[in-house]
């Protein structure tokens, strides 16, 4: 006969909140912030057993794309990923489209891993290793020489970080005479556009004025790369070197240093570029022409021997195949917000193993998004850094709370893991959140009702 006494002794010490299998979606709501360092929208998915799993859309990207999913997955069993991201997965797409999708796949495994009580690295199949290494972006805003910027990625090592990305292009050069060349008042143009997007005051204007400059700024902006006939001078080009030369003569040679934004220059400036900075020793060449150019960028590759790195703006494992296939690249670089999640990015970083190719995880966003690409981090083999790009941010770690993880998450340049079930994340401080909303998004974790019941016919065939 049991001891009724000794048997409850022992379940006191027994987490019997949650029952998986009883486990159902209640609810789904949003809160936008801006700053942390750019807009997000915070995810909370809502349970019959008082579990919440935390989730965010994409940098910058509209939260809608979550919310018309709330109806798909409303009395679901969140334990059930894999079955719930095939039901939603076709309503994302490529960069700030996936974000739906993809942020609400990480409050699911959130929530599998509270309601088992083990974190999510661990459903992923183990760790590879206990800390992550996250590499520090530094953006060029303010550091208009070489020497500035190697001063700027100088305090980031100081500051215990063992890999950097800085940015390198020609918007560093645009208003240098006879550095690049293009169509007669082209570049002008661009300028002009860009002043009246983000350098005037809207209020005297009318929606429709104000929509008008918002619209031709975008015109001209998204032109693809081959598309724009700008062309970088051999001045340009000296210039551009001597920026990366006097970064390197400040911080040395053996740090690795990843580059990017480069702009919209076609494949033939970006081979020239890349000849021109392969002595630099860097880390990678980061997005220099669109994605989706699968052929040009195994051109890009073969023609330069500094590694070449894309892949923030692709939806799903298949869609990495490609570049992978074509051998376009060194280093495959997703975003879990934009993948389709955690598994779908932990699936690209074993799938690019066979091709003999790295994954670095790009990252701009809360640390719900980061502690989501950490664990990704973890559970695969051929990760080769985090990206982290809030170090200025002093209010980025108060965002969550939690018993289990450190107050600063990121320190020493490392993300430590621990065993705290999901995430890691008990909840969100609403106080910090209140203080940095969206100010045309105001609200936290308001009612989401009018999207409860938003329906289609979803099937892909008859």
């Known amino acids: 006969m049991v001891n009724k006494q000794a048997f409850e002794e022992t379940l006191a010490h027994v987490r019997t909140g949650s029952s998986p299998s009883e486990l159902r979606i209640t609810d789904v709501r949003f809160t936008d912030i801006v700053g942390g360092p750019f807009h997000s929208s915070l995810i909370k998915v809502y349970t019959n057993q008082g579990l919440v799993g935390f989730g965010e859309v994409r940098d910058g990207a509209e939260k809608v794309y979550a919310q018309m999913l709330k109806s798909r997955i409303l009395g679901e069993n969140p334990c059930n990923i894999d079955k719930l991201f095939r039901r939603i997965k076709q309503f994302g797409s490529h960069s700030r489209q996936g974000g739906g999708v993809s942020g609400l796949e990480i409050a699911l495994w959130d929530l599998a891993g509270k309601a088992y009580g083990v974190p999510i690295y661990q459903m992923l199949g183990g760790k590879f290793r206990d800390s992550i290494r996250m590499y520090c972006d530094t953006e060029i805003v303010g550091k208009d020489t070489g020497t500035a910027m190697g001063n700027a990625l100088k305090k980031r090592m100081e500051a215990g970080f063992t890999f950097l990305k800085m940015d390198l292009g020609i918007g560093q050069i645009i208003n240098e005479p006879g550095a690049l060349s293009a169509p007669l008042g082209f570049l002008e143009e661009m300028r002009a556009k860009s002043r009246n997007r983000y350098n005037q005051n809207f209020n005297e204007m009318s929606d429709e004025q104000i929509r008008d400059i918002a619209n031709r700024h975008y015109d001209i902006y998204n032109i693809p790369h081959p598309f724009t006939g700008i062309h970088v001078t051999e001045k340009g080009l000296d210039l551009l070197e001597q920026y990366v030369a006097d970064v390197r003569a400040v911080i040395g040679y053996q740090v690795p240093l990843a580059v990017d934004h480069f702009g919209h220059i076609g494949l033939e400036d970006c081979i020239k570029l890349g000849r021109r900075v392969e002595k630099f020793n860097l880390a990678w060449m ?65 799938m690019a193993q066979d091709y003999g190719v790295a994954m670095a995880i790009h990252m701009a966003e809360s640390p719900i998004a980061c502690l ?7 559970a695969t083999e ?81």
């Open 286 to 350: 980061e997005d220099m022409i669109p994605w989706q150019y699968t052929e040009q960028y195994a051109k890009l590759s073969r023609a330069v021997t500094t590694p070449i790195c894309t892949g923030e703006d692709i939806y799903l494992k298949e869609n990495f195949r490609p570049l992978l296939q074509a051998g376009g690249v060194s280093v495959i670089h997703p975003d879990v917000l934009t993948t389709g999640g955690i598994l779908e990015t932990k699936k690209i970083g074993d």
């Open 372 to 378: 989501a690409a950490a664990h990704v981090a973890a």
């Open 382 to 462: 051929n990760f080769l850094a985090l990206e982290y790009h809030s170090c200025e941010v002093e209010w980025w770690d108060d965002i969550i709370i939690s018993s289990r993880l450190p107050k600063k998450l990121v320190q020493n340049g490392f993300i430590t893991m621990t065993d705290a079930p999901g995430l890691g994340i008990d909840d969100l401080n609403d106080d910090v959140l209140a203080e940095h909303l969206h100010p045309d998004i105001k609200g936290l974790w308001e009612p989401t009702d009018n999207w409860n019941k938003f329906y289609s016919n979803d099937r892909l065939w008859s």
